[in-house]
Nanobody, 114 residues
Framework: VQLVESGGGLVQAGGSLRLSCAAS????????MGWYRQAPGKQREQVAV???????NYADSVKGRFTVSRDNAKNTVYLQMNSLKPEDTAVYYC?????????WGQGTQDTVSS
């Protein structure tokens, strides 16, 4: 399975960014896709995930600001990030999982300047 991320970059505090991640290959129709992030000196943390039936879960730190969505026909997951804060600066990784399988994207650097 390949995960190809796009979007992100540099934005000022209060701004918005949108990430996309397209999965290809042999993918279970029942899966969870989402986003994790890792800031310098910190562990990777879950940001937002969404199941193939549309159930979403968010980290407390992004609730009300980020929205995760997906297009099952395209095996693509999106992350709309609004009201960004400097503490949102991190490398954002796309993830897909089902059963014991875990797949990761290459990561995209998102930087929020104050």
């Amino acid at each position: 399975v390949q995960l190809v991320e796009s979007g992100g970059g540099l934005v000022q505090a209060g701004g918005s960014l949108r990430l996309s991640c397209a999965a290809s290959g042999s993918i279970s129709s029942t899966n969870v896709m989402g986003w994790y992030r890792q800031a310098p000196g910190k562990q990777r943390e879950q940001v937002a995930v969404i199941s193939s039936n549309g159930f979403a879960n968010y980290a407390d730190s992004v609730k009300g600001r980020f929205t995760v969505s997906r297009d099952n026909a395209k095996n693509t997951v999106y992350l709309q990030m609004n009201s960004l804060k400097p503490e949102d600066t991190a490398v954002y990784y796309c993830n897909i999982q089902w059963g014991a399988y875990r797949g990761w994207g290459q990561g995209t650097q998102d930087t929020v300047s104050s």
